[in-house]
Antibody, heavy 117, light 110 residues
Framework: VQLVESGGGLVQPGGSLRLACAAS????????MNWVRQAPGKGLEWLSY????????YYADSVKGRFTISRDNAKNSLYLQMNTLRAEDTAVYYC???????????WGQGSLVTVSS | QSVLTQPPSASGTPGQRVTISCSGS????????VNWYQQLPGTAPKLLIY???QRPSGVPDRFSGSKSGTSASLAISGLQSEDEADYYC???????????FGGGTKLTVL
């Protein structure tokens, strides 16, 4: 049972990046999923939620209009499309499984995104 | 500035009991359950307590949670050196339509 993020890296301000989260060992389509990030030396910041069907989506105000969450249940994968990136988006990005509302019981190892020129 | 308020630090000696507080409002803790996470240095967060006072499988019963009104607490009894970590409270916020976290509490075992 695990989540594995990929797609992080160095990107210039204003650029785009797409993170992926591969799920294995459990029935991915049954679970709501989230993205959470942690800036260097800072606390946890929730970014986005997607229901198991993909029909319900929520975003934090800090990323609304710039980031898009999506999922492909056939591929057991979660995505985060990040556009118009800013220096303050530099962080480790985690995907996390929702046990019940707001209780994230399975986390990936994290993917580092660095926004810098 | 985090939506949920936690003390930035806490400390205790081995064997001691330590509590960490988490204060919120009617739109988050006041109307939804509280969850606690433990983050060891360099690792991903781990769910420690969910639904105010429930422990996931594998979490020692030294860890307990409680909630009253718009506040919650995490208690760690029989403190051990491996408990040294950052602890975060979290809850769903009905006004923001999202999960809100506390700023985190760094626990030091003296």
């Amino acid at each position: 049972v695990q989540l594995v993020e990929s797609g992080g890296g160095l990107v210039q301000p204003g650029g785009s990046l797409r993170l992926a989260c591969a799920a294995s060992g459990f029935t991915f389509s049954r679970y709501e999923m989230n993205w959470v990030r942690q800036a260097p030396g800072k606390g946890l910041e929730w970014l986005s939620y997607i229901s198991n069907s993909g029909r319900t989506i929520y975003y934090a105000d800090s990323v609304k209009g710039r980031f898009t969450i999506s999922r492909d249940n056939a591929k057991n994968s979660l995505y985060l499309q990040m556009n118009t990136l800013r220096a303050e988006d530099t962080a480790v990005y985690y995907c996390a499984r929702d046990l019940i509302v707001g209780a994230l019981d399975l986390w990936g190892q994290g993917s580092l995104v660095t926004v810098s020129s | 500035q985090s939506v949920l308020t936690q003390p930035p630090s806490a400390s205790g000696t081995p064997g001691q009991r330590v509590t960490i507080s988490c204060s919120g409002s009617s739109s988050n803790i006041g109307s939804n359950t509280v969850n606690w996470y433990q983050q060891l240095p360099g690792t991903a967060p781990k769910l420690l307590i969910y639904s105010n006072d429930q422990r996931p499988s594998g979490v020692p019963d030294r860890f307990s949670g409680s909630k009253s009104g718009t506040s919650a607490s995490l208690a760690i009894s029989g403190l051990q050196s491996e408990d040294e970590a950052d602890y975060y409270c979290a809850a769903w916020d009905d006004r923001l339509n999202g999960v809100v976290f506390g700023g985190g509490t760094k626990l030091t075992v003296l």
